[in-house]
């Protein structure tokens, strides 16, 4: 039995076309110094790409839910390839394809359906300080995603987190876009 792959959001070829040459030159310079061999391990992508970027650590379970996503080919490394494609979808992907992205975030086993313990797994990542407004938020957006039923496939995940757009379980990853976006500023 081959090992399975899942398709990129967008192609190399796309993400390429998407981002200016500088954005894909700095890119690839970034991966050269944190890649090993030309492919990148999850602890670089954490701790060098992840970490760096938001400016604080992230939690593990979306590091490695993050770095998953980006695996299309599930080598247990990421090649440029898949790093740009992937950066291209949080840089400058549409809000559909950047759903499309927090899916297969959660969705950790691959079949196309989540369920509110794949979520809680994450609300337990992101959530901090008991009875704060940012837990209450997790909370009725955990009740809303339970309510849709055992499990549920993109369409009905995508309509979820348009409601829930500014929970912490869906603005984690359009916060990321923000502070790529800052990344990617040329110097004047």
């Known amino acids: 039995m081959g090992k399975t792959t899942s398709r990129p959001i967008i192609s190399y070829e796309s993400a390429i076309k998407r981002l200016t040459p500088s954005e894909v030159k700095r890119i690839e310079a970034g991966f050269e110094r944190l890649g090993v061999k030309g492919e990148l391990r999850r602890s670089e992508f954490r701790t060098g790409f992840l970490n760096a970027v938001v400016g604080a650590p992230v939690p593990v379970e979306l590091s490695e839910a993050l770095f998953n996503s980006f695996d299309t080919s599930r080598s247990g490394k990421v090649t440029v390839q898949e790093f740009i494609s992937g950066l291209a979808v949080l840089r400058t992907g549409s809000p559909e394809e950047k759903l499309q992205l927090l899916f297969n975030v959660y969705d950790a086993d691959r079949d196309q359906q989540l369920s ?60 990321i876009e923000q502070r790529l976006a800052e990344e990617f500023v040329e110097p004047g």
């Not at 407004?133 to 909370?139: T, V």
């Not at 809303?144 to 912490?168: H, L, M, T």
């Open 116 to 175: 509110d313990r794949d979520l809680r797994r994450f609300a337990q990542a992101l959530g901090d300080s008991h009875g704060s407004s940012k837990e209450r938020s997790l909370d009725t957006a955990l009740r809303a995603f339970a309510a849709e039923g055992q499990s549920v496939n993109y369409k009905r995940f995508a309509e979820w987190a348009r409601k829930y757009i500014d929970s912490p379980l869906v603005a984690w990853l359009f916060s």
